[in-house]
């Protein structure tokens, strides 16, 4: 293990037998596992990578949910809380990006779980991460349709649960690519939106809408009704909206097996976070605390997709200006369906992924000409008809407890792959390799990891607190399961691979035991092309920095 490879650099290194760690640390690899079975479809380009970074993450959770958060926390308090969780994904994202850039395989966080932490909780991680996406799906669909009811709610919401499910059957057809032109085009819609909504509210603030009677308002609402709300209760709830709203970052790691050029796009889709953050999340939060009153009545409704409740729709509302809001209600709209379209690539690529390496059943790993999943779409979509449950009377306490499975999975998913760099870093070093011979090395080290590791406990405790202490009620069995229920599923499953394989492999992964070669692609630094940075070119890389 201590030899250097001296394999052409950018080619997939697969390891001699006497480099290969005892067989019941690592899963099989997809050579061993699928045989004649075709691989996935390499087709998303720069572009797309860049908007699926920021296109998974801005939706309903930012637009509409967001709103609770205010009631509940505050204006103070939401801008704490999502500085906090988009610190906690900064670090994540740029420890995935490491990973990524060297391994770009099938399944991303799932595998560095397997091969860097433990099977059996890869295994756990894996299928919650399914899970999520496959009950994400139909209330995403549902969502969608409830937009709707802003303009016409004369029409049956089964209506629209038909046709939106009938549009992601379509960009199905079109594989991998047409995942990625749908983001693309909707990310541009949502980063064009945000960003006028920006300036919007700075002349909203500044009192320049004629329309609106407030005149200056400046920080009014911070001081009446004030700056926080409900006291630390209020400000942990914010922790569980801003995990909710930053859902589906992670996904960029997921397309790193079907990327062109991962070793190019995904360092700077990574690196891109920071700003995206600061910008699409904390500012626009920023400004509608400004303008926008916490105990406003109407932000009691704001979940889901009830756009009559969000806080972005009320705050232009409240300036008096006539057609925008309707025209906000499109984008939130699109949001909805983005989300839902991720929501399908997301889980067919983890249950193949998983079913490649014996951990799923075998007919899942069957890929077509196309490089499309195909038995995993097939039951994605299946999920997808779920939706027409909000058709029975008691649809809504099914949705309710469909939903429960997936409340934490981001946390843990997200501290896995904190976990599963601090790892890998032990194993990269136990091998006799160094830190230089990264191809991309997360801009925080191995520290953010650990600081990122620590802020999602931060946030599972947050969580556990807030549904055992509701705000404005008494301890109550079914908020704190239908929170907390994914807890005991991924236990199950963990224990239930452990019994499976009897034990194999001890508690975790041994850092001179870890398979660090399987997949990786190593490059030569004096081959990748370098940019020369100059005052003629800055306009051109400050775009990039925010597009592509």
Not at 4 to 26: A, F, L, R, W
Not at 54 to 81: E, K
Not at 174 to 191: D, H, N, Q, S, T
Not at 303 to 325: C, D, E, H, M, Y
Request: proline fraction near 5%; hydrophobic fraction near 50%; charged fraction near 15%.
């Amino acid at each position: 293990m201590n030899d250097k490879s001296t394999h052409p650099p950018g080619k997939e290194h697969s390891p001699s037998d006497d480099e290969k760690p005892p067989p019941q640390y690592v899963a099989p690899s997809d050579q061993e596992m699928t045989g004649d079975v075709r691989g996935l479809s390499r087709a998303l380009q720069g572009r797309h990578m860049q908007m699926i970074a920021i296109g998974g993450s801005i939706g309903a959770g930012l637009f509409v949910g967001s709103g609770s958060a205010f009631h509940n926390g505050g204006p103070a308090g939401v801008l704490l809380g999502f500085i906090i969780i988009g610190a906690m994904m900064l670090f994540t994202i740029q420890a995935l990006g490491e990973l990524a850039v060297l391994y770009p395989v099938n399944g991303a966080f799932y595998m560095y779980a397997v091969r860097f932490i433990d099977p059996a909780w890869g295994f756990a991680m894996g299928w919650e991460y399914a899970i999520n996406w496959l009950v994400i799906l139909p209330f995403e669909i549902t969502a969608a349709g409830i937009t709707i009811s802003y303009w016409r709610d004369d029409i049956n919401i089964g209506v629209w649960i038909a046709v939106f499910l009938t549009a992601l059957v379509v960009v199905q057809v079109f594989a991998v690519r047409g995942y990625g032109e749908v983001e693309f085009a909707l990310g541009i819609i949502k980063v064009v939106a945000v960003s006028g909504f920006i300036i919007l509210g700075i002349i909203i603030d500044c009192g320049g809408v004629p329309t609106d009677n407030r005149g200056y308002i400046g920080a009014r609402y911070w001081h009446d009704p004030g700056a926080f709300r409900n006291g630390f209760k209020g400000f942990c709830t914010v922790f569980v909206t801003a995990a909710f709203a930053f859902a589906g970052t992670e996904l960029v790691g997921l397309a790193a097996a079907e990327a062109e050029n991962p070793r190019r796009t995904l360092p700077r889709a990574t690196r891109q976070v920071f700003w995206r953050i600061t910008i699409f999340y904390v500012l626009s939060l920023f400004l509608v605390g400004l303008i926008l009153p916490s105990d406003s009545k109407d932000l009691l409704g704001s979940s889901g997709a009830n756009t009559k409740a969000s806080p972005f729709v009320l705050a232009i509302q409240a300036a008096g200006i006539k057609a925008l809001p309707s025209i906000f209600n499109v984008v939130i709209t699109l949001s909805v369906l983005s989300v839902a379209n991720s929501a399908t690539f997301g889980s067919t690529r983890t249950m193949q992924a998983m079913s490649l390496r014996g951990m799923g059943p075998r007919f899942l790993s069957y890929v077509d000409s196309k490089g499309r999943p195909l038995w995993c779409i097939v039951i994605q979509l299946l999920f997808g008809l779920l939706a027409f449950i909000n058709e029975a009377s008691t649809g809504k306490t099914i949705f309710n407890w469909l939903l429960a499975l997936s409340a934490l999975n981001n946390l843990f998913v997200w501290g896995s792959i904190n976990l599963a760099h601090i790892r890998f870093r032990q194993g990269w070093a136990a091998s006799g390799r160094t830190v230089a011979e990264l191809p991309y090395q997360a801009s925080f080290g191995v520290a953010g990891s650990y600081i990122g590791l620590f802020l999602n406990w931060v946030a599972f405790l947050a969580t556990f607190y807030t549904s055992l202490f509701p705000i404005g009620s008494s301890p109550d069995a079914e908020v704190f399961f239908e929170t907390m229920l994914a807890l005991p599923l991924a236990i199950g499953l963990y224990l239930g691979w452990k019994v499976y394989i009897r034990g194999a492999g001890g508690l975790y992964v041994q850092a001179h035991q870890m398979d660090v070669t399987t997949g990786m692609r190593e490059f030569d630094p004096d081959d990748e092309p370098k940019e020369k940075k100059t005052l003629a070119n800055l306009p051109a890389r400050i775009f990039h920095s925010f597009v592509y």
